[in-house]
């Protein structure tokens, strides 16, 4: 009986999650005057939202940019977050636990204080509207850099000692003894950091306003809240449906490591 | 076997450059700014503590703070609770428990900007499906983003329904570390179900509980999508959040001056705020 109350929650629970996905997605597949009383399937499917979308932006546009500065910004918070986790794990020099503070304390600094400071950097290094100021400020990031320490320790000397003996430099040691040792780390700080760069739109809607340089959720945004989606709701749930899809797509795929991804970063913090 | 002295200084040198340019800098520079008059064209004029003088006297700002406590007094408790609630359950034997998990996860991984722009049309007054659903029910419709006092909890229930599930499964891993022994030795006393909760899980997971009230506290302060596509921050100023704020005086009227000022303080209240939950938490204990 309780077993049974439990599942009947649980499944409610998920309708909750699932069901406004799954409207979001008939909706903008419906005709524009039957989105009003929809609440299963329309009448007919049609793709004229779709249409309509292409039409008023550069989503393909969108899609490159976003996908390339993620891809980036990821690959440098790889391998600069190793290179730095792997200096304040493995190796002695002075300065090394002032370093491993400030990392700490910058965790701990809101980015409000920072906002309007970084912006007047970019407009100083001339770097507004461009893919530098999307991609720079974030190939560091504390977090990052935390885990890979805290996994680097780990990791058997003996396997580095060999390596040395081996005449290996500090660079090989890292990339060819410990990456091939870490592949957890790795896959847990680049699902991170690639969906928070994926998703991020503060930042981009303030260094870029050319429509061929915005990320696709900024350009979806300034879409959805300008007038150049008529208030046709189609058009608008069609823009997130092709937001969403990427990532989703991720998602069904890599389940299991998108959310012991996320639960790590929170037990982290 | 040693490593030569300059090696780890070369290692960690991009994240010194990174921090000078990307934290030192531009706090420092925040700090100055607060002192000035700026539009980032003209030159800068020092105007002493003038920006703060305005700072107290703004009634934008002061609304700005009551309505992200606004936010944060709904948000928090709905989100423990219902986070906590679910965990439980799944922490029961349940089958299909990868699939439940994955679905309350979903939106998590969504972008913000596709849950608002979806919420925007389930809140529709008119035609929106959570009104449709209450006149089915013979209720009347609800004003969710159109009635000022609505406006801001609405945006608290959707942020919990985009969150929650990363929280259920933090308090899925918490509950799992509760020794089963605890629980059996509390059967044996003939302890109900409230008494276990109470006297066991709860102050077992109490790290947990900080840290969700923590992180939902930073979201609370760092609200801007949500309302910058849902409402612009109205109706009548309801949702105008803090960074939402920050953003319109720095790009709107680009009062760099004023607006770095607003940025520095609600820093300095977001790690107050949090260093007092801090204390009240630990004492708890």
């Known amino acids: ?269 | 076997m040693k490593t030569k002295k300059y090696i780890p200084y070369l290692l960690v040198s991009p994240y010194i450059l990174y921090f000078i340019l990307f934290v030192a800098y531009p706090v420092v520079f925040s700090v100055i700014l607060t002192f000035n008059k700026w539009n980032i064209i003209s030159p800068m004029q020092y105007i002493g503590i003038a920006n703060y003088k305005r700072l107290f006297q703004d009634a934008f700002f002061l609304k700005s703070i009551t309505n992200t406590i606004i936010f944060l007094v709904i948000h928090i408790p709905l989100q423990i609770i219902v986070a906590l609630f679910l965990a439980e359950i799944l922490n029961q034997k349940i089958r299909f428990r990868g699939f439940f998990r994955a679905a309350f996860f979903l939106p998590v991984i969504v972008s913000g900007v596709v849950v608002t722009i979806l919420w925007q049309q389930l809140y529709g007054f008119e035609t929106g499906l959570l009104n449709r659903v209450l006149i089915s029910l013979g209720l009347g419709r609800v004003g969710w983003l159109v009635d000022p006092s609505w406006a801001m909890p609405s945006i608290a229930i959707m942020a919990t329904w985009k969150n929650v599930g990363l929280y259920i499964i933090l308090f899925l891993v918490g509950l799992q570390t509760v020794p089963k022994i605890y629980y059996e030795a509390a059967d044996l006393e003939g302890a109900n179900h409230w008494q276990k909760f109470k006297n066991i899980t709860l102050p077992m997971i109490n790290p947990t509980i900080f840290m969700v009230v923590v992180l939902s506290t930073i979201g609370g302060f760092s609200l801007f999508i949500e309302p910058y596509i849902m409402t612009g921050g109205g109706p009548l100023n309801s949702t105008l959040s803090a960074v939402l704020y920050i953003y319109k005086q720095g790009f709107f009227y680009y009062h760099m001056g004023y607006s770095a000022t607003l940025g520095l303080f609600f820093a300095l209240l977001i790690l107050s705020v949090v260093a007092i939950q801090k204390k009240f938490i630990e004492r708890e204990k």
């Open chain 1, 1 to 269: 009986m309780r077993r049974t109350i439990f599942y009947i929650l649980l499944t409610l629970g998920a309708l909750i999650f699932l069901y406004p996905f799954f409207w979001m997605v008939i909706a903008s597949l419906s005709p524009e005057n039957q989105i009003g009383n929809l609440t299963f399937l329309p009448s007919m499917l049609t793709l004229s939202s779709y249409k309509q979308m292409l039409s008023k932006i550069p989503i393909g546009r969108s899609f490159f940019n976003s996908l390339f500065v993620s891809s980036i910004i990821t690959f440098g918070v790889l391998v600069l977050g190793s290179m730095v986790g792997y200096a304040l794990s493995r190796l002695e020099f002075r300065g090394r636990n002032l370093i491993f503070y400030v990392i700490i304390f910058t965790m701990t600094l809101p980015f409000q204080i920072t906002l309007i400071p970084q912006y007047i950097l970019m407009v100083k290094l001339g770097w507004v509207d461009t893919y530098w100021a999307l991609i720079v400020p974030y190939l560091m990031n504390a977090l990052g850099i935390i885990m890979f320490r805290q996994y680097f320790k780990s990791i058997p000397q003996d396997l580095l000692d060999a390596a040395r003996l081996d005449g290996c430099g500090e660079l090989k040691i890292i990339f060819k003894i410990l990456w091939p040792n870490s592949v957890p780390a790795l896959v847990t700080i680049g699902i991170i950091t690639f969906m928070a760069s994926w998703n991020e739109v503060l930042w981009p809607l303030i260094v870029i306003r050319n429509d061929h340089l915005m990320t696709m959720p900024q350009l979806i945004t300034l879409f959805s809240v300008g007038g150049a989606a008529e208030s046709q709701l189609g058009v608008k749930l069609a823009a997130a449906t092709m937001l969403a899809l990427p990532i989703v797509l991720a998602y069904l795929f890599f389940q299991k490591y998108f959310i012991e991804s996320m639960a790590s970063t929170g037990i982290k913090e």
